[in-house]
């Protein structure tokens, strides 16, 4: 395989930003949990996954909830079933959880889908609460999601890793996931990469990140 034109690592809802107007793919790195759900959840076969921005944040940088949900609502219509939001407090009723994301809903109700289940973002366990296959999976949370709504909102190709254990991966399995994933989007792109750290206050964060990015740059998780 040919070698990655660019691989950058950065932080947070703005680096996110500025990665995709570089035209770089944007890899949000969440390990505590947003971007471990995910992960969790495409191992329990979700159909696809989506980070979001909750109604208010005080990232600097322009966010639209509902643009997401035209695209959740766009992805739920190929399957013929709902959306799973993920969201938080993570110990907390559904109601203190919906009630962060009502932009979200507003664009998923007026798309006419949907939401069959709302559920704490929990990492690994998060899938076992409710079956995700063959769904939507949305995670509405204050940092990996505020990215991810940051990089999507800018025109950007964004999608997730962590190296934490999922539903179904322990040790490196999760971050040779997250490098295979980025390669695959790099060759179908023709892009370079940014791992975007999802918060510099988050030291996991910070160095899965910069983990990732040593896998990519030695030529880890090379497909058979």
């Known amino acids: 395989?040919?070698?990655?034109?660019?691989?950058?690592?950065?932080?947070?809802?703005?680096?996110?930003?500025?990665?995709?107007?570089?035209?770089?793919?944007?890899?949000?790195?969440?390990?505590?949990?947003?971007?471990?759900?995910?992960?969790?959840?495409?191992?329990?076969?979700?159909?696809?996954?989506?980070?979001?921005s909750p109604d208010y944040s005080r990232a600097p940088v322009p966010l639209d909830p509902h643009k997401i949900g035209r695209e959740a609502a766009r992805l739920a219509r190929e399957t013929g079933q709902g959306i799973v939001l993920v969201?938080?407090?993570?110990?907390?009723?559904?109601?203190?959880?919906?009630?962060?994301?009502?932009?979200?809903?507003a664009s998923l109700e007026r798309e006419k889908v949907s939401i069959d289940a709302i559920v704490p973002n929990l990492g690994a366990e998060t899938p076992k609460l409710f079956d995700m296959k063959n769904r939507v999976i949305v995670a509405v949370t204050d940092t990996g999601g505020v990215a991810y709504d940051a990089a999507f909102n800018e025109g950007g190709v964004v999608f997730i890793g962590t190296v934490a254990r999922t539903l179904s991966m322990r040790g490196m399995e999760p971050a040779r996931q997250a490098v295979k994933r980025a390669k695959k989007l790099s060759r179908e792109y023709n892009r370079g990469?940014?791992?975007?750290?999802?918060?510099?206050?988050?030291?996991e964060d910070m160095l899965a990140a910069q983990f990732i990015a040593n896998l990519l740059i030695g030529g880890q998780g090379e497909e058979e």
């Open 87 to 105: 969201t938080e407090p993570r110990v907390g009723t559904d109601e203190e959880r919906i009630a962060r994301c009502q932009k979200l809903v």
């Open 193 to 203: 990469i940014a791992i975007v750290a999802a918060s510099r206050n988050s030291m």
């Open 1 to 52: 395989m040919d070698r990655l034109k660019s691989i950058i690592v950065t932080t947070d809802a703005s680096g996110a930003r500025q990665a995709v107007r570089e035209n770089l793919l944007a890899m949000i790195v969440d390990v505590i949990d947003m971007s471990t759900t995910l992960e969790s959840a495409l191992d329990a076969g979700a159909y696809a996954v989506l980070g979001c």
